[in-house]
T-cell receptor
Framework: EAQVTQNPRYLITVTGKKLTVTCSQN?????MSWYRQDPGLGLRQIYY???????DKGDVPEGYKVSRKEKRNFPLILESPSPNQTSLYFC?????????????FGEGSWLTVV | GENVEQHPSTLSVQEGDSAVIKCTYS??????FPWYKQELGKRPQLIID?????GEKKDQRIAVTLNKTAKHFSLHITETQPEDSAVYFC???????????FGKGTMLLVSP
């Protein structure tokens, strides 16, 4: 089954404790991206990657890191989480970019930073 | 960068009524406009999209219209059903660009 899988789905952590949210897709998509969803703010892009070893900042990259060492994986790293990073995070992928392609979202990861 | 405004933020209708959600975009170079539906607790999923070379597209009970001159596009849902209740997001993107800018969403509630 074609899917985008992210883990963990739910996490409560403490301020400053590094964490990684993993994302994997099995559709051989070149494009992968991370969004955060907050009430009243919609979906905002954090980082995206057009292909292996190619990553770029989205609209809200501060406090996040990503890497794309393999085509199927695109982990999101919070080096020193803060309470304002409490949010619902979605990983997404599409065949060749955001324009003109269906974007497939993962199930989401609820992150709470206390 | 692109800015997408979406209205209304909430919309309540009776089952069987029509619902219209409107979006405006800022960059005249944008040429791809998808709509995503997010049911409660689930991921967003594409329901319909339109490219700038057409003015209207239909798929059963949903349709999208685009006015490039005014830089706005709208989602129309006819004969609404309770299962249409969800948050709907519009978005805009430019050909060859890697970002999709989303509106802030419209919560649609269809009452039986």
């Amino acid at each position: 089954e074609a899917q985008v899988t992210q883990n963990p789905r739910y996490l409560i952590t403490v301020t400053g404790k590094k964490l990684t949210v993993t994302c994997s897709q099995n559709m051989n998509h070149e494009y992968m991206s991370w969004y955060r969803q907050d009430p009243g703010l919609g979906l905002r892009q954090i980082y995206y990657s057009m292909n292996v070893e190619v990553t770029d900042k989205g609209d809200v990259p501060e406090g996040y890191k990503v890497s794309r060492k393999e085509k199927r994986n695109f982990p999101l790293i919070l080096e020193s989480p803060s309470p304002n990073q409490t949010s619902l995070y979605f990983c997404a992928s599409s065949p060749t970019g955001a324009s003109g392609n269906t974007i497939y979202f993962g199930e989401g990861s609820w992150l709470t930073v206390v | 960068g692109e800015n997408v405004e979406q209205h209304p933020s909430t919309l309540s209708v009776q089952e069987g009524d029509s619902a219209v959600i409107k979006c405006t975009y800022s960059d005249s170079a944008s040429n791809y406009f998808p709509w995503y539906k997010q049911e409660l607790g689930k991921r967003p999923q594409l329901i319909i999209d339109i490219r700038s070379n057409v003015g209207e597209k239909k798929d059963q009970r949903i349709a999208v219209t685009l006015n490039k001159t005014a830089k706005h596009f709208s989602l129309h849902i006819t004969e609404t059903q309770p299962e249409d209740s969800a948050v709907y997001f519009c978005a805009a993107s430019m050909k060859g660009y890697s970002t999709l800018t989303f509106g802030k969403g419209t919560m649609l509630l269809v009452s039986p």
